[in-house]
Nanobody
Framework: QVHLVESGGGLVQAGGSLRLSCAAS????????MGWYRQVSGKSREMVAG???????TYTDSVKGRFTISRDIINNTCDLQISSAQPEDTAVYFC?????????????????WGQGTQVTVSS
């Protein structure tokens, strides 16, 4: 089991910056990807940014150039730097971790989620 705890959410004015952090604990061996998703009430959860082993990153188009995802392997954290925040970035942000486990010849994958942190951008 992997436990994810987000922090850093809050209220920010449009054009401002905010840094979200996700701390992973538990059975973290085998985590091969982490990411941030967001969800607005009444809408489905969308991927915002992801980072895989090796450091390759991916972003949804609406945040490219404004958001930066990073991962600290030693401290087991994954951060999301939000810059030039826009009101449409307002959502609950969730940390996600993907873990792969290989035992004998059997591969299993697991997905874990944090509890979410609210980000509100005022215009």
């Amino acid at each position: 089991q992997v436990h994810l705890v987000e922090s850093g959410g809050g209220l920010v004015q449009a054009g401002g910056s905010l840094r979200l952090s996700c701390a992973a604990s538990g059975n973290i061996f085998g985590i091969d990807a982490m990411g941030w998703y967001r969800q607005v009430s009444g809408k489905s959860r969308e991927m915002v940014a992801g980072i895989v082993a090796g450091g390759f990153t991916t972003y949804t188009d609406s945040v490219k150039g404004r958001f930066t995802i990073s991962r600290d392997i030693i401290n087991n954290t994954c951060d999301l730097q939000i810059s030039s925040a826009q009101p449409e970035d307002t959502a609950v942000y969730f940390c996600h971790a993907h873990r792969t486990e290989v035992i004998a010849s059997t591969t299993r994958t697991y997905d874990y989620w944090g509890q979410g942190t609210q980000v509100t951008v005022s215009s």
